[in-house]
């Protein structure tokens, strides 16, 4: 019910009546009031006055189930929703509630990480306070050499909804790091579990740098959060919400293709590595040549020296800019 008031008291930007929350809930004054008083212990500012009802008027930076859900406008991503003040990974949470059964498009949340994954069994460090670090659960009608291509829409989604929520140039790095002026602001790692021909689930965990100040030595040069960009805290539910807003309209593009055909030129509109000279770092020997962005697939079209073509495919190998990180 707490998601529900939230949601009418953001609705307005003056008061709501506690007669008008009790008919739209279907609940007594004693129910709002009580979800009220524990919406207040939680942090939020709502102040109360006689004859004139309700007004939001300060939110706390929280990732709970209601402040994320209260914000959703989706009708698939995120319908239920987990929140974990600490867990080991949300990535790994996932993946054992939809052996449980778990719903597609279910998303699990965490305020801090105490063993959280990275790509290529590297570690993503999440402390609490000032990441954002959650995981979606799908059920996906693919084959499993089509998932890779998930984690290009949701790397889109990501610096999409970055550049709705503020007057930031995110970029993507082939084929799903989200950057900002060169440094990487967030990664995912999608998992999945899958038979030869048929996908049983995919979990992609994102990890957006989000309110950080400072990183560990060996990552401080190449890292950024949106804190540091942009010079104040920014909401991470309202970003949760938006990810999920822009990840469901593609998504679902996606999903009528069966590939990325309807989403390749956004994605190439952002794609850091287009029309730029790349470094193919190829375990068969590595390369120089010209990006012209993704195909339908997802792969990488790199022109090397001689005008041939290569299709480069996520997972074989990384790309670099030919100065750096990008
Ligand atoms: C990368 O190495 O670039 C991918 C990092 C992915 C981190 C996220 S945080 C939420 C989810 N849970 C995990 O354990 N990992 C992913």
């Given at each position: 019910?707490?998601?529900?008031?939230?949601?009418?008291?953001?609705?307005?930007d003056g008061f709501v009546s506690g007669q008008e929350l009790c008919s739209r809930l279907g609940v007594s004054r004693t129910a709002v009031?009580?979800?009220?008083?524990?919406?207040?212990?939680?942090?939020?500012?709502?102040?109360?006055?006689?004859?004139?009802?309700?007004?939001?008027?300060?939110?706390?930076?929280?990732?709970?189930?209601?402040?994320?859900?209260?914000?959703?406008?989706?009708?698939?991503?995120?319908?239920?929703?987990?929140?974990?003040?600490?867990?080991?990974?949300?990535?790994?949470y996932a993946k054992k509630a939809a052996e449980d059964g778990a719903a597609d498009g279910m998303l699990v949340i965490a305020d801090e990480?105490?063993?959280?994954?990275?790509?290529r069994g590297r570690s993503w460090v999440t402390p609490p306070g000032e990441t954002i670090a959650f995981t979606?659960?799908?059920?996906?009608?693919?084959?499993p050499d089509r998932v890779s291509?998930?984690?290009l829409v949701m790397g889109l989604a990501v610096a999409k909804a970055v550049n709705t929520l503020y007057p930031l140039k995110a970029g993507i790095k082939w084929p799903n790091d989200v950057v900002i002026n060169g440094k990487k602001l967030c990664g995912i790692l999608t998992e999945m579990s899958a038979e030869v021909m048929h996908v049983n689930?995919?979990?992609?965990?994102?990890?957006?740098?989000?309110?950080?100040?400072?990183?560990p030595e060996e990552l401080s040069r190449i890292a950024t959060s949106l804190k540091l960009e942009l010079g104040r805290d920014v909401s991470r539910a309202e970003l949760i919400a938006q990810v999920m807003a822009e990840f469901e309209r593609l998504y679902e593009k996606f999903e009528e293709d069966g590939d990325l055909r309807a989403?390749?030129?956004?994605?190439?509109?952002?794609?850091?590595?287009?029309?730029?000279?790349?470094?193919?770092?190829?375990?068969?020997?590595?390369?120089?040549?010209?990006?012209h962005g993704i195909n339908a697939l997802g792969e990488l079209l790199v022109e090397t020296e001689s005008g041939q073509v290569r299709n480069v495919y996520a997972g074989e190998v990384s790309v670099r800019g030919v100065y750096g990180y990008v």
């Amino acid at each position: 019910m707490k998601k529900e008031i939230l949601r009418a008291l953001r609705e307005t930007d003056g008061f709501v009546s506690g007669q008008e929350l009790c008919s739209r809930l279907g609940v007594s004054r004693t129910a709002v009031w009580k979800n009220i008083r524990s919406l207040q212990d939680e942090g939020y500012e709502i102040e109360a006055v006689t004859n004139r009802g309700y007004r939001l008027a300060g939110v706390p930076d929280i990732v709970a189930e209601e402040e994320v859900g209260s914000r959703l406008e989706t009708s698939r991503m995120g319908r239920q929703i987990r929140c974990f003040s600490r867990i080991d990974s949300t990535n790994q949470y996932a993946k054992k509630a939809a052996e449980d059964g778990a719903a597609d498009g279910m998303l699990v949340i965490a305020d801090e990480q105490t063993a959280g994954k990275g790509r290529r069994g590297r570690s993503w460090v999440t402390p609490p306070g000032e990441t954002i670090a959650f995981t979606l659960l799908l059920r996906p009608k693919l084959s499993p050499d089509r998932v890779s291509m998930v984690t290009l829409v949701m790397g889109l989604a990501v610096a999409k909804a970055v550049n709705t929520l503020y007057p930031l140039k995110a970029g993507i790095k082939w084929p799903n790091d989200v950057v900002i002026n060169g440094k990487k602001l967030c990664g995912i790692l999608t998992e999945m579990s899958a038979e030869v021909m048929h996908v049983n689930h995919i979990v992609i965990g994102v990890g957006i740098n989000a309110n950080m100040t400072s990183f560990p030595e060996e990552l401080s040069r190449i890292a950024t959060s949106l804190k540091l960009e942009l010079g104040r805290d920014v909401s991470r539910a309202e970003l949760i919400a938006q990810v999920m807003a822009e990840f469901e309209r593609l998504y679902e593009k996606f999903e009528e293709d069966g590939d990325l055909r309807a989403v390749s030129e956004e994605y190439n509109a952002l794609c850091l590595n287009a029309e730029s000279m790349v470094r193919v770092l190829d375990p068969n020997g590595e390369y120089t040549g010209t990006s012209h962005g993704i195909n339908a697939l997802g792969e990488l079209l790199v022109e090397t020296e001689s005008g041939q073509v290569r299709n480069v495919y996520a997972g074989e190998v990384s790309v670099r800019g030919v100065y750096g990180y990008v």
